[in-house]
C-alpha cells in the first residue's frame, strides 16, 4: 500500500472542514478506480455484444451488487 502526504493551506481546512475534504478525497480516488475500470473495460470490448451472454448479464449484475473493491479505498488524514 502507498501513502500520499497532502497539504492544504490551514484556511481551506478552516473553511471546508477536514471531515469534509477526507470524504471528498476518498470520493475522488473511488470515482477515479471506476473510470480506469471501465476505460480497461471498453479496451477490451470487441465487436461481439456481451450483452445476449447470459453469463455477461449475470456477472455485471453480480459485480454491481456485491463492489468488493470499496474496502480497499480509504483515506486517514496523516495529522
Given at each position: 500500500m502507498s501513502e500520499f502526504v497532502i497539504k492544504i493551506e490551514d484556511q481551506i481546512v478552516e473553511s471546508l472542514?477536514?471531515?469534509?475534504?477526507?470524504?471528498?478525497?476518498?470520493?475522488?480516488?473511488?470515482?477515479?478506480?471506476?473510470?480506469?475500470?471501465?476505460?480497461?473495460?471498453?479496451?477490451?470490448?470487441?465487436?461481439?455484444?456481451?450483452?445476449?451472454?447470459?453469463?455477461?448479464?449475470?456477472?455485471k449484475k453480480d459485480a454491481f451488487q456485491n463492489d468488493k473493491y470499496s474496502q480497499y479505498i480509504k483515506v486517514y488524514a496523516n495529522v
Amino acid at each position: 500500500m502507498s501513502e500520499f502526504v497532502i497539504k492544504i493551506e490551514d484556511q481551506i481546512v478552516e473553511s471546508l472542514g477536514k471531515q469534509a475534504i477526507e470524504q471528498y478525497l476518498q470520493e475522488f480516488l473511488k470515482q477515479t478506480i471506476l473510470k480506469i475500470a471501465a476505460n480497461d473495460i471498453l479496451q477490451d470490448y470487441s465487436n461481439d455484444n456481451p450483452e445476449s451472454n447470459k453469463n455477461w448479464i449475470k456477472a455485471k449484475k453480480d459485480a454491481f451488487q456485491n463492489d468488493k473493491y470499496s474496502q480497499y479505498i480509504k483515506v486517514y488524514a496523516n495529522v
